[in-house]
């Protein structure tokens, strides 16, 4: 009989997992079977799980792409990792690496890209599998628990702000500070620039003037436009979206400066109004951004493991998934949730 292990499983859509019995996977070609250590919870798992993007996933899945582990197998041919190194799996889990996206440094736009926790079983169970090609290299001596949130919500609020164009002493305003947004804070303020925070909580308001934002608006109690017009005299040159409502988006035009970028990264499913008038005599660029590559989650990782980063975590066992997805959904978790399978 084959082997077993513990996974938290979506069945079907619905923010419901069942914690179950899976089969042991066989590591193929380029790719290593992971006992994981630690797994952080992003509200993308949430959205998969739901079923709530046009492209969806196809139940039953594992979810999870910000596990931590270690190498306890290898699939055939060469690999440039060994047994016991300590990888993550992320959510750019492979890509063709031929293609014009993945030629261009753009590996990110891969057509033929798997997800992990999404098209490929990902990290809320006991194993899972990487490929050793597009897996995170975990530094040195890093707890599993604290770094994990640097393989999804890391990467990409680190990759939002690089092309967000926003230079030192330049505005950056972080537009919900979640999990992503309270890391977004701490690689800005570690870029020099000048943060200011956005979000309907309080608490989460509290936890980003601890990492340095100078500046902190309550979008439910202020329009977040005037307060940041104000405030900056004018807008601020960088928006980094990463709230869970649509309403935010459309905020962040009112936010801008004259000139200024706006980076998407929160994913919630719906629209938001787009005045063209306003976005056009600004002269505004927005741009939607997508994890990062594996060139950026190397330099993520660094400022990490340089101690400029330091995610706020809490852990949880695998039998709490649901309370946290429910968390999530209402608004309710500071920082990140991160399963110890220790
Ligand atoms: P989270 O639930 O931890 O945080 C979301 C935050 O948004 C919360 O603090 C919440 O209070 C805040 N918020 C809700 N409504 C708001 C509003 N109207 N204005 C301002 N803030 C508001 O979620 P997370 O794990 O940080 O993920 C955030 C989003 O980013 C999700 O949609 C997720 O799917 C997406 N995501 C995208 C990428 C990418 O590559 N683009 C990667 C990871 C996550
Ligand atoms: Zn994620
Ligand atoms: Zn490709």
Redesign the pocket.
């Known amino acids: 009989m084959a082997e077993k292990f513990t996974a938290a499983v979506v069945e079907e859509f619905g923010p419901t997992l069942n914690i179950r019995d899976e089969d042991l996977p066989e590591p193929g070609p380029f790719q290593a079977l992971v006992k994981v250590h630690a797994s952080g919870?992003?509200?993308?798992d949430?959205?998969a799980a739901e079923g709530d993007w046009p492209v969806k996933p196809e139940p039953p899945f594992i979810p999870g792409h910000e596990g931590v582990g270690e190498i306890v197998k290898l699939g055939p041919g060469e690999h440039e990792l060994e047994l016991g190194d300590m990888v993550g799996n992320v959510?750019l889990w492979s890509a063709c690496g031929q293609c014009e996206h993945c030629r261009s440094g753009w590996e990110?736009l891969c057509d033929k890209a798997e997800y992990g926790g999404y098209t490929v079983d990902g990290s809320f169970g006991q194993y899972m599998l990487v490929d050793t090609r597009y897996c995170a290299r975990i530094p040195e001596g890093a707890d599993p628990i604290e770094v994990a949130p640097i393989l999804?919500?890391g990467v990409?609020v680190y990759?939002?702000l690089k092309v967000s164009d926003t230079k030192p002493g330049q505005f950056m305003v972080i537009?919900?500070?979640?999990?992503?947004?309270?890391i977004a804070v701490q690689y800005a303020v570690a870029m020099g620039m000048r943060v200011i925070a956005?979000?309907?909580?309080d608490d989460?308001l509290e936890l980003a003037k601890k990492y340095g934002a100078e500046f902190v608006v309550n979008?439910?109690q202020q329009d977040?436009g005037e307060a940041v017009a104000e405030y900056t005299k004018g807008g601020a040159h960088g928006i980094l979206v990463?709230?869970?409502?649509p309403?935010?988006f459309g905020?962040a035009i009112a936010m801008a400066r004259k000139g200024g970028t706006i980076v998407?990264?929160?994913?919630?499913p719906g629209e938001f109004p787009a005045p063209i008038f306003d976005i056009v005599f600004k002269g505004l660029t927005i741009r939607?951004?997508?994890?990062?590559t594996r060139q950026d989650l190397a330099e993520s990782l660094d400022f990490y493991a340089r101690g400029l980063i330091k995610p706020h975590v809490e852990e949880i066992k695998l039998e709490d998934i649901n309370d946290v997805f429910d968390g999530?959904i209402k608004?309710g978790?500071?920082?990140?949730r991160v399963i110890n399978y220790q």
């Open positions: 919870v992003c509200h993308t949430v959205h959510w990110t999804c919500a990409t990759k939002g537009s919900g500070i979640g999990g992503l947004g309270h956005v979000d309907i909580a989460k979008a439910g977040p990463t709230a869970v409502h309403q935010a905020q998407f990264n929160g994913l919630p939607g951004s997508l994890v990062g999530l608004g978790i500071d920082g990140r």
